[in-house]
């Protein structure tokens, strides 16, 4: 009979203790709550090194639209690529007004409504100001081994790689569109700080969720090099609820209130 390991028993809880799989399964619990689909940590071929990759949750579910008698006209899925961190640094984010030109234009490509301003609801993207536009955090001043940039990578690799694929919600049921989401979702903002390049304010720790710009330049699956802007949401736990609510309450509704005129 093998004797009892003491020592690899605590090996074993420090692993369990310190690993960042407490807080993922902590966001999978939340929004299978809430009463959305998820996949766990699934697998894709990079199109750039053909090296496999992982996105942390891929998270998915269906909004049926109404018409005012209650008839269903057609549904919408919204779904979330998230990164899951544990922020154990401090980073800094530098803010400067949204190149809301290319926001306008996300907004068209995203949800095919080429007149965004034309209705009452009002996508996010759309009332943007300030957003960040660079970052640095304090573990490693080279960019490429920084916990955010990986973070923002394996979200924004993962959306291009699966946004045209199936849904995830079974059985694999057809809607008229799919609103994508990069989402950094993170423990907490508590060593966040913003520093705004027009007022030039002292440090101030960041309190609310916060959007991401990048133009991203990255190889599709045909092999052609393609640059997209993205607005990639940075978002604490605590306030991952409200966010959802907000993409709900004016993304949603921007897009239901289109269709419930022009599709019914």
Known sequence: MLRENKNMKKDIKEIFKNSGNNFHYKVVSFLREKGWNTTVSPYYNDNFTDKPREIDIIAEKNFPVQDVLNRYILSINIRFFIECKYINEDAIFWFDNCDNIKARQKVISETSIDNPENWSKRHRYLDAQKVAKLFESSNDRNIENQTLYKALTQSLNSLVYYKELHSIIPPYQLNWKTLNYPIILCSSFD????????????????????????????????????????????????????????????DLAFVKEYLYFTKR
């Open 191 to 250: 060593k966040f700080y913003n520093y705004d390049i027009d007022i030039k304010n002292e440090l101030e720790n960041i309190k609310e969720n916060f959007l991401l710009e990048i133009n991203y330049a990255y190889i599709d699956k045909s092999r052609e090099n393609q640059q997209e802007y993205f607005l990639i949401d940075i978002v604490a736990f605590d306030n991952f609820e409200n966010f959802i609510n907000e993409v709900e309450s004016k």
